[in-house]
């Protein structure tokens, strides 16, 4: 039962491009989003994280938009680098509860 | 920084055998977390623990089991090793009601 639907699995972007990750989720309770990036040999690390009281949140290149009736949320990685090339996951779990539920991931490459 | 380190980074381990992996965290978090990753289906959670000698079953306990006897130490146990446990294995911390979570490097586990 994958309760947070992730895609596409894989994504190649030209630097300077725009990436795009689509991530769907069923659990209405869930009221914490974060997205977490991986790098080859190392392990996830928290990137960015959104609450559904807002529609969206930018940190530099990094956006996440919320839509809490769709119960969907997508990441978005303007002027990308080859630098951003990871594996990105998406998240979700229930304030207070700290059980989070990850996405499949979704491996980006970015050519120069 | 935070730190959260997994005793090995590679393992080899034969059909049946009992098998321990260890993870230390430096931060005093109280929530510890025990992930595998594999290829196509993202991180999945198999234990957390949010005190010492707590400890409750994540999506995926079956054939592995934990022990928290110190607050910074979490381990994970694989009673009998079997194939289908060969797997990437996440160690992870994080503080109480605090949803970000900090990820050890990992360790590659392979039963043969």
């Known amino acids: 039962q994958q309760q947070v639907k992730q895609s596409p699995q894989s994504l190649i972007v030209q630097k300077g491009g725009i990436s795009i990750i689509n991530c769907a989720y069923e659990n209405t309770a869930f009221d914490y989003f974060p997205w977490y990036q991986q790098f080859p040999g190392k392990g996830p690390a928290l990137l960015i994280a959104?609450?559904?009281?807002?529609s969206e949140k930018k940190e530099g290149r990094f956006t996440i938009s919320f839509n809490k009736s769709a119960k969907q949320f997508s990441l978005h990685i303007m002027d990308s680098q080859p630098g951003d090339s990871a594996t990105y996951f998406c998240?979700?779990?229930?304030?207070?509860?700290?059980?989070?539920?990850f996405g499949t991931g979704t491996k980006l490459q970015v050519i120069p | 920084d935070v730190k959260v380190t997994q005793s090995s980074r590679y393992l080899v381990k034969r059909t049946g055998e009992k098998v321990f992996l260890e993870c230390v965290q430096d931060?005093?978090?109280?929530?510890m977390f025990w992930y595998r990753q594999d290829p196509g289906l993202g991180l999945r959670l198999i234990y957390f623990?949010?005190?010492?000698?707590?400890?409750e079953k994540g999506d995926i306990p079956e054939g592995y089991s934990v022990s928290r006897e110190k607050k910074e130490r979490f381990s994970l146990i694989l009673e009998s090793a079997s194939t289908n446990q060969t797997s990437m294995y996440l160690c992870?911390?994080?503080?109480?009601?605090?949803?970000?979570?900090?990820f050890g490097q990992g360790t590659r586990l392979t039963v043969v």
């Open positions: 931060m005093d978090h109280e929530n």
């Open positions: 959104i609450r559904p009281d807002v």
């Open positions: 992870a911390s994080g503080r109480l009601r605090n949803t970000e979570a900090f």
């Open positions: 623990s949010y005190d010492v000698k707590m400890k």
């Open positions: 998240a979700a779990s229930t304030r207070g509860y700290q059980k989070v539920t």
